[in-house]
């Protein structure tokens, strides 16, 4: 089938974006309409973490789809209760509230935080982000977020998200005032670049908002549903956070996010948040596929596995390509490269035939992979073979 067979000028969209029309996907690899091949290592940006189509899903979906497809949002339904129990079982957090992107859950804990400054710290509002910061692209997301540029963008921002520097404690400290009601960062900086919070500061966060009772909230929207090697990143610090958002990968592809918070930190009420398909049972029943095959004996120690496996092979190409070194965690990982031809690479990796390669550059100077948690050794080292080539081909 031919380009023209998709025509795409009625779709409001970013220009730069290629003239690729994608019509199926398998596992680690998506297939465009002109039966061209991808080894996929952004999955969405993190969010099919199971890979394309994953049986378990379709399974969930299916069978849920014969049952119940939306109920009134005013009721409870059978997966949002269990996917609910299943969420607090394996995490610090005893509430749950379902939401149908990151930018509606991390919309929600900035409410569930005003809330309780309202209610138990005087109206205390502010909300402490860091520089580089991505928390979604609503306006008080795009307010709480620290991305270049948004502060004009579509201004006026919402007020009260001042913005401190990751792994920097001091300057955290400096922001806090009487109107300071919670910190909230990436436990991994995704879009500003795969920059971890240090298991240090995650902790100095943890003692310092308890010091001055202030909330710590974690987005977990990218580093969430065991991209980082755990089910969730918190959990690597040891530290215990007060709410956590998480979106992508807990819905493996479809539209699903979560809020979850401490029992005593859930004070919403009966009309302070909702939507339509909040909870939704046809996106729960798959979020339920999703962490239960995460959480399955041995799949977490794999990704840790195939994380140590990738980076293995980035740091080879650092040395081989005198570039400098890579980090993340688990298989959120970044090459770290010595100039700026990261589009570049991303253009040329996803051109070469037969089969292309998806990639990404979060910043100029890094390439960032997110491929399937369940991705074969083998296909990784197909990936990394095709930046080599691409990496050759700019010499
Ligand atoms: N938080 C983080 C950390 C993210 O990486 C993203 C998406 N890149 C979001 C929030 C927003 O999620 P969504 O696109 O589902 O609104």
Known sequence: MKFNDYPIDSLMYITSRPDIVFTRGEGSWLYDNNGKRYLDFIQGWAVNCLGHCNPGMIQALETQARKLINPSPAFYNEPMTRLANLLTANSCFQKVFFANSGAEANEGAIKLARKWGRKFKNGAYEIITFDHSFHGRTIATMSASG???????????????????LN??????????????????????????????????????????????????VDEVQTGCGRAG??????????????????????????????????????????????????????????????????????????????????????????????????????????????????????????????????????????????????????IDLALGALRTVLDSLA
Do not use: C
């Open 230 to 379: 755990s089910l969730f990143a918190y959990q690597l610090s040891g530290i215990e956070p007060d709410i956590m958002t998480l979106g992508k990968g807990i819905g493996g592809g479809v539209p699903l996010a979560a809020l979850l918070a401490r029992e005593e930190i859930a004070v919403f009420e009966a009309g302070d948040q909702g939507g339509t398909y909040n909870g939704n049972p046809l996106m729960t029943a798959v979020g339920l596929s999703v962490i239960e095959q995460l959480i399955a004996p041995g799949f977490l120690e794999g990704v840790r596995a195939r994380g140590e496996y990738l980076k293995a092979g980035l740091l080879k190409i650092s040395a081989d390509y005198g570039m400098n070194g890579e980090r993340g965690e688990g298989l959120l990982r970044a090459l770290l490269m010595n100039h700026d031809k990261g589009n570049q690479i991303v253009e040329r990796a996803r051109e070469l035939q037969p089969d292309g390669v998806l990639l990404n550059a979060a910043r100029p100077n890094l390439i960032r992979f997110m491929p399937a948690l369940n991705v074969t050794n083998a296909e």
């Open 168 to 217: 920097d404690i001091a300057s955290v400290e400096a922001l806090i005032n009487d109107k300071t009601v919670a910190v909230m960062l990436e436990p991994i900086q995704g879009e500003g670049g795969v920059i971890p919070a240090t298991a240090e500061f995650m902790k100095q966060l943890r003692e310092l908002t308890r010091k001055h009772n202030l909330l710590l909230i």
């Open 147 to 165: 991305k270049p540029g948004w502060d004009t963008l579509y201004a006026p921002q919402v007020p009260g998200f001042p913005k401190a520097d």
